[in-house]
């Protein structure tokens, strides 16, 4: 290998290191949440929709073969 191929090889690798670890320190940051202190909540009066009795778990349903 000539000492040209070599730096070039070389300086490829470096820039390949480079452009990951960045991406990867810019990704990282990016997905961080901010810390809220408090959180209010509003608490539900009813169960939004119909509450239906349990069937017996045993029992075939119509879409199971």
């Known amino acids: 290998m000539?000492?040209?191929?070599?730096?070039?090889?070389?300086t490829e690798t470096c820039s390949f290191i480079v452009a990951g670890a960045s991406a990867f320190t810019q990704g990282a940051s990016a997905?961080?949440?901010?810390?809220c202190k408090f959180v209010r909540a509003v608490p539900m009066r009813q169960y939004p929709g119909p509450v239906k009795p349990l069937h017996d778990?045993?029992?075939?349903g119509k879409w199971s073969d």
């Open 2 to 10: 000539t000492r040209r191929k070599f730096i070039r090889k070389l």
């Open 57 to 60: 778990i045993f029992e075939q």
């Open 31 to 35: 997905q961080k949440a901010k810390l």
